[in-house]
């Protein structure tokens, strides 16, 4: 019994850990405005949303399912209370965290993209 209990675990740990991800873009929100707040109690209220509205009953398209929906239930939900300007932002940030913490985006290329290059001293 506790092995399929820590097999079910494990299984929808990338679930957490995408919802994890989004939780921290939106709290970094706060450093563009501090308008931007953003509870946690909220936010699992919405995570538990996308699990109830993910229909499917197979374990692994299921959990794609949950996976997608939170991203969708997520930005909708967030847009709801940005600046016009800010909802393209919201977009991109999301995607590249959650593509950073895949491993889809190197870490120096993306700091790269973002500061430039640094011009060092030819002794």
């Known amino acids: 019994m506790m092995k399929r209990i820590e097999d079910a675990r494990e299984h929808y740990r990338s ?16 450093k563009i405005d501090p308008m931007y707040q953003f509870s946690l109690d909220g936010y699992k209220e919405l995570y538990a949303r996308s699990i109830e509205e993910s229909k499917s009953n197979m374990t692994p398209e299921r959990l794609k399912n949950i ?25 991109v940030q999301m995607i590249v965290s959650i593509k950073l913490a895949d491993g889809e985006i190197n870490r120096e290329e993306w700091l790269f993209f973002l500061r430039g290059g640094q011009v060092m001293d030819r002794d």
Do not use: W
């Open 67 to 91: 996976m997608k929906q939170h991203m969708v239930n997520v930005y909708k939900q967030t847009c709801k209370s940005l600046f016009e300007r800010h909802k393209l932002l919201l977009a």
């Open 15 to 30: 679930s957490g850990r995408q919802a994890s991800i989004l939780f921290f873009v939106l709290s970094d929100l706060s």
